[in-house]
């Protein structure tokens, strides 16, 4: 056993020295890496010695406590991989609340749903901004797929909203139909399993993954039915230039048509960064895949199992259709900063600073990274779909609307 975690132990040092010097794990870490690794060798044996990639990026995160969203290792914030908007700022989950009470003002008995909650650090802020507005809900679903990260959100929750730790409701699976309220989910499309696609000879084949000499590596098969009649129906497989490379999402097709049976009355909020289908499919563009470790991004989803985020664009035109056709209103799609600024985000900036410099200037150095064009204000987009609500306009999509570009 030691000479294996030695020679897996130094093929992660060469991985990481490949992407850049990038800090090695812990001893523990690479052990649990090593578990995974095997794990995910086990299930291609058991699929005739290959998976998907949606399948190979499902285990990669979320294999029963093996994968990188159901292990233990710190995910968000700065010790962390990556940086999620409410961790940021108070002042994104603040606006988004301005959003969501203006809906749960018209429905009797609302209630919240929280789609992965990271650390808990939206929904205590989401709560506390409510309750400064006296539209609370009755009660915060938060439904979690990782038990790591139910139990941080217990422990911020308890920490930081003692009293009103008692509206919040974690969820192993969506209840019955006849949700009335908000559903909310920032940054959870993009860690879905994407199938990837590349055109070769005028041709459609996947990328699926295979194992050789204990490692992992890509092959081809062609394409099967189920995503040539997807891009027949996005009329592009003839525009495809040689060797294109892209994903495709059929998991959130899925998910969508859940949250439109379960919603009765409300809103459904989803925030991520992505593109419509004109972007998305654009000949100039291969593919969005993107791995992140230790706030480093590269593009090898092979390596580092585990220990990596792996996430894929979101394309919001086949979402957008998706739930339009199970019934739901597509009330809005707009960039972040627009959003942001149409939830008061400057006015709520200055009453929070008052006459107080120092905190107008950290508030400011968030809202830049919030809402520059450079930073998190256009690649992420925020997309409003509702059911049986009567509202002249939702106020986060009042300016800057681009449901024409969908």
Not at 396 to 402: A, K, L, M, S, V
Request: proline share 3%; hydrophobic share 40%.
């Amino acid at each position: 056993m030691a000479a294996m975690l030695s020679s897996y132990h130094q093929r992660l040092k060469e991985q990481l020295k490949q992407l850049g010097d990038l800090p090695i794990p812990s001893v523990e870490a690479i052990v649990h890496s090593e578990k995974l690794h095997h794990f995910i060798q086990n299930k291609m044996l058991e699929n005739g010695g290959f998976v998907n990639f949606q399948d190979f990026m499902e285990l990669a995160l979320y294999a029963p406590g093996l994968g990188y969203y159901a292990a233990g290792a710190q995910k968000i914030g700065e010790s962390g991989d990556f940086v999620t908007a409410p961790e940021i700022s108070p002042l994104f989950s603040d606006c988004l609340a301005m959003q969501i009470a203006q809906v749960l003002g018209v429905i009797e008995h609302p209630q919240i749903l929280e789609l992965g909650a990271g650390q808990g650090t939206m929904a205590a802020d989401i709560l506390l901004r409510l309750e400064e507005l006296d539209t609370l809900p009755q009660y915060y679903f938060i439904l979690e797929r990782s038990a790591e990260l139910r139990e941080r959100q217990q422990h911020y929750l308890q920490k930081h909203i003692p009293h009103l730790f008692s509206k919040v409701q974690w969820l192993n699976e969506l209840p019955q139909k006849g949700f009335k309220g908000a559903i909310v989910a920032n940054e959870v499309i993009d860690a879905m399993g994407v199938r990837l696609i590349e055109s070769q000879d005028g041709e459609l084949f996947e990328k699926v993954v295979v194992s050789h000499e204990d490692k992992f590596f890509f092959e081809f098969k062609k394409a099967d039915q189920d995503i040539e009649k997807w891009y027949q129906a996005r009329q592009i497989a003839h525009d495809l230039p040689e060797n294109y490379q892209t994903e495709v999402n059929f998991l959130q097709s899925v998910w969508m048509e859940s949250l439109a049976d379960f919603l009765e009355e409300g809103i459904i909020l989803l925030l991520d960064y992505g593109f419509p289908a004109a972007e998305y499919y654009h000949s100039q563009r291969s593919g969005t895949l993107m791995c992140h470790y230790r706030h480093h991004a590269h593009s090898d989803p092979l390596v580092l199992l585990g220990l990596q985020d792996i996430t894929a664009h979101v394309d919001f035109t086949s979402l957008a259709e998706t739930g339009f056709a199970k019934g739901l209103g597509v009330s809005g799609y707009i960039d972040q900063a627009n959003f942001l600024t149409n939830c008061g985000l400057l006015e709520r900036m200055t009453e929070l600073a008052g006459e107080k410099a120092e905190v107008m200037l950290r508030y400011s150095q968030q809202a830049k990274i919030l809402m520059l064009p450079t930073e998190m204000g256009e690649i992420f987009k925020v997309i409003a779909f509702t059911k049986n609500v009567s509202l002249p306009y939702l106020v986060g999509f009042q300016r800057g609307d681009r449901r024409g570009r969908l």
